[in-house]
């Protein structure tokens, strides 16, 4: 079976084994028969001696709890009870080890006890792997091993083998082994049989015909060799494609394509979409980190779109694209300097006409947003930050563009002159400050169809604005406290406008002029406020109420507010009547249509009312061992603010805005509201005028506007846990520019899915039925009310709701949905069910109606190392062009 060579006591040795000892030998007391024989031979050979290598190359430790034994006469060494004997990097551990020098064998097995239960079956250990089996034996020289019904973890992995050829550190030889990723090694629900295979630690394994078994009952999947790679590195290999049917475009296959490790720190995804009518799609995928520094991810969508057949009226060709990228930068690296990136940007119309099942919890978005930023700051006194970002914003409905390429930000920290040098700032004087700002911008407003042109580019704007605050505060009478405040800006252009009257067109031109123009301005602020605290206290004599006592806390607060007219900047042109025998002058500046706004030009001096209010109570703990009452929030905020202009003729009131919110329910409902209250009345043309509402025969206020949202989540105790899948599909909502939730549907790429959730691992299953069925639901519901002018209706009302519960510890069902209470309809509707199969996953999504209509199956492994090892099957929507 195996040549043993390994280095034998010799007769007259005596040998004591211990409990723990180490033995080492050395073949130079060994007599050689062949120096015998030849030491007659005269013929002079080479002096130089050559000293051969000992055939035990290590130390021999071992140890046994009960006995050690040793027989001279076999020259077996017997070890018996928790049993180890370790040589080199190869270690054994077991019940019972046989060391026979003769052979230089070593053979370990389990032991049974009184009743016959085998335990401590052999564990050997050499390097990295380690092999479980029933028995081993192992040579010592030629480090070969034959090993029993032996179980060895492979890179997630484990291969259960009958018996087991260790040829040397690297190669290993199996007959009849299963390959499973199931945690019940003992009965596997499922396992790939390798009738004859070769593993290769850390690497791979090499297979002939195999096939896979689900409870040991065959199944025609097989294949007639096979390849497992077993890298403990990210290694590059094929992405399997999943495979479907649609109306439109016939069949597809998606998300195939080719993984590249390019390194540790980068990686790349390449994967494709074709359909048998035309359409194709490529994605780019690729993440990047370096430890302590920064990370990110880069990802490129483009889709050529074909519907319907050539020659048909409803056939028409449509490209889309999306590129996304987001870098972050870690915090450490250096606090100095930071540069990160969030961008979302490409067709307005990318997630709507996308029909890749990854973009399916994403296509309601209606904006995308970009912004790519560094910043710096130079330590010193006063402190220079400076910034520069590029942002993005783009309505997928209007198909509206803004960009800023880019927008330069600089600033200078507060400079206090007049600081003492030592202690606090006190009084008007020493807390008088000021800083300088600086903003220069690259603004461009562009369209859809002409992004990433040189037209583009046509009506780009660029500014420059500086400012420099002057603040001072201080306290008065001791509880009131004073903030004033002046500005200066100055704005630098280099386009104005010129405009003109062309009376044979009856038409205003406007001319835009080149060059570099400014303009100043200047105001002056001041406010006055106070806190004021109230305690209603219910607790009496001999009384313990449950309410123990509400606080009050009011902040009220004056303003004052003074703008110069800068008329100087503002000309006039004249605008003849079309009979020609009048004349109107009309005011305008030339800075209209400037980044930052234009000069005013009329007096402005105004005084400002708010009132911000915050609830609290004290309620009784339930529970009767505290001695201090629990602190409960009533309302967050509730905020009242309105202003009056001092120099206006008319109007002088601004509407009252109120605006409040509060939590509820510990915190598991979030209530906002808010309103705009008009004391002006309207006319009967619903303008409006400049008398009160109550002095035409209505009430003190005219109500404009109002909303209301409501936002409750609720879970039953275990019903919060975390969910890798889901949170995985929210991130990718997320990153494409949609919400922070499931409540518009969630992404369907479950092929791409397959990691088991950690935090599930532990669980055992109960024996009987008393699953407490953990559960959770989200509501959100939003009304909008509007009566500028007399419309009197909502503009829009709608509930949105959301949730998932656990029928069993295996089965999960889920549900995103909505109704619009406005047009009486249901909005986007998307039903999940989730079976758990232990080493497997089965998932079913189903979007029953809208346009979008459709379902997808999926079953497959866990395990990522098999995770094309699949099937799903799905029913597109029929998305029209």
């Not at 370790?86 to 270690?91: A, E, F, L, S, V």
């Not at 967050?636 to 109120?658: C, E, I, K």
């Not at 509501?779 to 009310?785: C, G, P, R, S």
């Amino acid at each position: 079976m195996f040549s043993f060579a390994q280095d034998i006591p010799k007769k007259s040795a005596v040998i004591q084994p211990k409990t723990n000892d180490s033995l080492t030998l050395n073949n130079h007391d060994i007599p050689k028969p062949d120096v015998l024989e030849k030491a007659q031979d005269t013929i002079k050979q080479d002096t130089l001696k050559i000293k051969k290598k000992g055939l035990l190359e290590h130390i021999v430790d071992y140890k046994a709890t009960d006995y050690s034994s040793f027989n001279q006469k076999k020259q077996k060494l017997y070890l018996y009870n928790e049993a180890e004997i370790t040589y080199g990097d190869m270690n054994i551990k077991a019940g019972s080890i046989t060391i026979d020098y003769s052979k230089n064998e070593v053979y370990a097995k389990g032991i049974k006890d009184s009743v016959g239960t085998y335990s401590q079956a052999p564990v050997f250990k050499q390097g990295s792997n380690v092999v479980e089996p029933d028995s081993i034996i192992f040579n010592t020289k030629t480090q070969k091993a034959l090993i029993f019904n032996s179980k060895t973890e492979q890179s997630g992995g484990t291969v259960i083998a009958e018996i087991t050829k260790k040829e040397n550190d690297s190669v290993y030889f199996i007959f009849r082994g299963k390959y499973t990723t199931s945690e019940n090694l003992e009965d596997p629900e499922y396992y790939i049989l390798l009738r004859k295979a070769k593993i290769v630690p850390g690497k791979k394994i090499v297979t002939g015909l195999a096939n896979l078994f689900i409870y040991d009952v065959p199944t025609p999947i097989g294949l007639p060799f096979g390849f497992f790679p077993q890298s403990e590195k990210q290694t590059s290999g094929i992405l399997i494609p999943s495979f479907g049917q649609q109306n439109q475009r016939g069949y597809f296959l998606q998300n195939g394509g080719y993984y590249f490790a390019i390194s540790d720190y980068v990686d790349l995804a390449v994967l494709g979409d074709y359909y048998t009518n035309g359409s194709y799609g490529l994605r780019l995928e690729s993440n990047y980190a370096l430890r302590y520094k920064f990370r990110g991810n880069f990802g490129f969508r483009y889709e050529s779109l074909i519907n319907s057949e050539r020659g048909f009226p409803d056939y028409a060709k449509s490209t889309v694209y999306n590129l996304r990228w987001s870098h972050s930068q870690d915090g450490k690296s250096n606090p100095n300097s930071r540069f990160s990136a969030s961008v979302n940007l490409g067709s307005s119309n990318y997630y709507q006409t996308s029909i890749n099942q990854v973009n399916t919890g994403s296509f309601l978005n209606n904006t995308l947003s970009s912004s790519v930023s560094y910043s710096k700051a130079f330590q010193g006194e006063p402190q220079v930050n400076i910034s520069l970002t590029a942002t993005h914003s783009q309505n997928t409905s209007t198909e509206e563009i803004n960009m800023t390429l880019p927008t330069f930000q600089g600033s200078v920290s507060r400079i206090f002159p007049f600081e003492p040098k030592t202690g606090s700032k006190k009084g008007f004087i020493e807390n008088i400050n000021l800083q300088y700002n600086l903003r220069a911008e690259n603004r461009i407003q562009t369209t859809d169809s002409l992004f990433f042109k040189k037209e583009m580019f046509n009506d780009a704007k660029a500014g420059f604005q500086h400012s420099i605050p002057l603040n001072t505060n201080f306290k008065v009478f001791k509880y009131f406290s004073i903030s004033a405040s002046t500005n200066y800006n100055e704005v630098w252009t280099f386009n104005t406008i010129k405009k003109s009257y062309d009376q044979t067109t009856e038409t205003t031109l406007t001319e835009t002029i080149n060059g570099f123009d400014l303009f100043r301005t200047y105001n002056f602020s001041a406010s006055l406020g106070t806190t004021i605290y109230g305690m209603f206290d219910f607790k009496k004599k001999g009384r313990d109420p449950k309410i123990q006592a509400i606080r009050h806390v009011m902040r009220p607060s004056i303003s004052y507010s003074i703008n110069p007219a800068f008329d100087k900047y503002y000309d006039t042109y004249e605008v003849v009547s079309a009979d020609g025998l009048t004349t109107n002058e009309v005011e305008y500046t030339r800075f209209d249509q400037g980044l930052f706004g234009s000069p005013g030009k009329n007096f402005s001096s105004s005084v400002g009312l708010s009132l911000s209010n915050v609830l609290e109570a004290k309620v009784k703990d339930k529970d009767s061992t505290k001695t201090e009452a629990k602190k409960l929030i009533l309302l967050n905020n509730l905020n009242f603010s309105t202003s009056y202009n001092l120099a206006g003729d008319s109007l002088q009131w601004s509407p009252v805005r109120m605006s409040g919110g509060t939590q509820l329910f510990k915190n598991k409902m979030s209530v906002n509201f808010g309103a705009t209250l008009d004391p002006y009345a309207l006319d009967n043309n619903n303008q409006k005028i400049a008398k009160f509402n109550v002095n035409n025969g209505g009430s003190l206020f005219r109500l404009t506007s109002a909303n209301l949202t409501m936002s409750y989540s609720l879970s039953s105790k275990d019903g919060a846990k975390n969910d890798t899948e889901k949170n995985r599909a929210i991130e990718e909502n997320v990153r494409s520019g949609g919400r922070n939730d499931d409540l518009f549907g969630l992404s369907e790429d479950f092929s791409n899915q397959q990691i088991e959730d950690e935090n599930r691992k532990d669980e055992k299953p109960s024996e009987f039925y008393n699953f407490p069925i953990p559960w959770s639901l989200r509501v959100a519901y939003a009304v909008n009310y509007g009566n500028s002018r007399r419309e009197n209706e909502i503009s829009s009302h709608s509930l949105m709701f959301s949730g998932d519960i656990e029928l069993s510890p295996k089965w999960k069902v889920g549900a995103s949905s909505g109704y619009d209470l406005k047009n009486q309809g249901f909005t986007y509707t998307q039903l999940r069910f989730e079976r758990d199969l232990m080493s497997w996953r089965m998932n079913f999504s189903w979007v029953p109606f809208s346009s979008r209509a459709s379902w997808y199956f999926f079953i497959g492994i866990k395990s990522s190392i098999l995770k094309d090892l699949k099937y799903d099957k799905r029913n597109q929507a029929d998305i029209e062009l």
